[in-house]
Antibody, heavy 121, light 106 residues
Framework: EVQLVESGGGLVKPGASLKLSCVAS????????MSWVRQTPGKTMEWIGD????????NYAPSLKNRFTISRDNAKSTLYLQMSNVRSEDTATYYC??????????????WGQGVMVTVSS | DTVLTQSPALAVSPGERVTISCRAS??????MHWYQQKPGQQPKLLIY???NLESGVPARFSGSGSGTDFTLTIDPVEADDTATYFC?????????FGAGTKLELK
């Protein structure tokens, strides 16, 4: 059974940094691209970025590229999201997803349960 | 960015047929995917590539469309289908989502 379990969320102050983790199981982690997606309290969904199966390439939403960094450790089957200089608008539930490709189009076939990040002073 | 527009809410009776639309601000070819999200849960993939049913998803769900206009159809609707349905495109960078359509059962 595919499982994605996020952790590392919580209450953080504006300007701080935070690192989220996502431990994968039930599939060969190193075979898949992975993404982070967030959902605001108002339910708006936003794709943050993705990372190639071997970690050699990352792609980000332009609005987040300068503050967010995605990495992975295939030996630990773990995906990471490093968030820096966080702002109140980063308050959201953060999901890690497994990516699949169909005719050059990526979509998300498995989602973790999500981890909440609240940015507030 | 490609903007995806969905109607905010629909209310139908069990047993009826419902269509949920998603319109893209520019062509996304068939790079459109649909997800179901129930309250307090993570999204679940229903349809990928505009019309391909994900394994394990009931055949009551179907998708159609290409270019800028897409439809998710549920026929017949069951009480368990109460949820918010999101479309997502991956043809243009960055990937974007619609705001979601909340489906309620009468």
């Amino acid at each position: 059974e595919v499982q994605l379990v996020e952790s590392g969320g919580g209450l953080v102050k504006p300007g701080a940094s935070l690192k989220l983790s996502c431990v994968a199981s039930g599939f060969t982690f190193s075979d898949y691209w992975m993404s982070w997606v967030r959902q605001t309290p108002g339910k708006t969904m936003e794709w943050i970025g993705d990372i190639k199966y071997d970690g050699s390439y990352t792609n980000y939403a332009p609005s987040l590229k300068n503050r967010f960094t995605i990495s992975r450790d295939n030996a630990k089957s773990t995906l990471y999201l490093q968030m820096s200089n966080v702002r109140s608008e980063d308050t959201a539930t953060y999901y890690c997803t497994r990516d699949r490709i169909y005719r050059y189009n990526y979509y998300f076939d498995y989602w973790g349960q999500g981890v909440m990040v609240t940015v507030s002073s | 960015d490609t903007v995806l527009t969905q109607s905010p809410a629909l209310a139908v009776s069990p047993g009826e047929r419902v269509t949920i639309s998603c319109r893209a601000s520019e062509s996304v070819s068939t790079g459109m995917h649909w997800y179901q999200q129930k309250p307090g849960q993570q999204p679940k993939l229903l349809i990928y590539g505009a019309s391909n049913l994900e394994s394990g998803v009931p055949a009551r769900f179907s998708g159609s469309g290409s270019g800028t206009d897409f439809t998710l159809t549920i026929d017949p609707v069951e009480a368990d289908d109460t949820a918010t349905y999101f479309c997502q495109q991956s043809w243009n960078d960055p990937y974007t989502f619609g705001a979601g359509t909340k489906l309620e059962l009468k």
